[in-house]
Each structure stands twice: as C-alpha cells, then as structure tokens.
C-alpha cells in the first residue's frame, strides 16, 4: 500500500522558515515527478512547487518563487519543501503528491497526481 507522509508543519512567526518533508513507502517514486500543494478551508487547492525524478525540472507558483525550494532524495524516497521568508498568506494545510506517470508535464494540476499524502498544517503569524 502507497502511502505519503508529511511531517514539519507547525506554527511561526512571519519571517520565518519551515521544511516540510514528505516520505514515500510502499514503492518508490525515484523516476516520478511529486509535488507540492496547498489549500485554505473554502478555497481551491493550488499547487506550491513540483520536482522532475532526478532534481532536473522544477516548478514554483510565483507566489512562492524566491522562497520555497522544492527538492528529493531519491534513496531515501523523500520530497522536501523548504520555506523561507513565510508570510501570513502562506497559511495553509500542505500536501504532499506523486505521480504515477514519468512525466513533467501539467505539474500544476492536481488532477495529474495519483498518490496524496494527509497534509500538514503551516500556519504563519504577523
């Protein structure tokens, strides 16, 4: 059984860094784009940043751009999203995503991913 399992979530001041980590099992995902999304209760879930299997290829929404960096360790089966300079808006439930298909296109739809992870709370204070 798949599973995704983020962890690094919690409470900071604005100004502040987090790094959100999300670990795969049940199989790997070395050659599969993941990704990360964010949604605020009422909202549309948006996506945060995407990373190609081998670190090649990434994807940032230009709210985040500058600030966040996505990146993997494939022999560890693990994503991380670190986040810098967090801001209020940045509050959110973080989840993490994979893709079953190799392949790095669409990476901002969510629709494209297989796998979800339960999500994580960031919440940043003014």
């Known amino acids: 059984q798949v599973q995704l399992a983020e962890s690094g979530g919690g409470l900071v001041q604005a100004g502040g860094s987090l790094r959100l980590s999300c670990a795969a099992s049940?199989?790997?995902?070395?050659?599969?784009?993941m990704g990360w999304f964010r949604q605020v209760p009422g909202k549309e879930r948006e996506v945060v940043a995407a990373v190609s299997s081998a670190n090649a290829n990434t994807y940032y929404a230009d709210s985040v751009k500058g600030r966040f960096t996505i990146s993997r360790d494939n022999a560890k089966n693990t994503v991380y999203l670190q986040m810098n300079s967090l801001k209020p808006e940045d509050t959110a439930v973080y989840y993490c995503a994979a893709r079953r298909l190799n392949s790095f296109t669409a990476v901002s739809d969510g629709r494209r991913y297989d796998y979800w992870g339960q999500g994580t709370q960031v919440t940043v204070s003014s």
């Open positions: 049940g199989r790997t995902f070395s050659t599969n784009p």
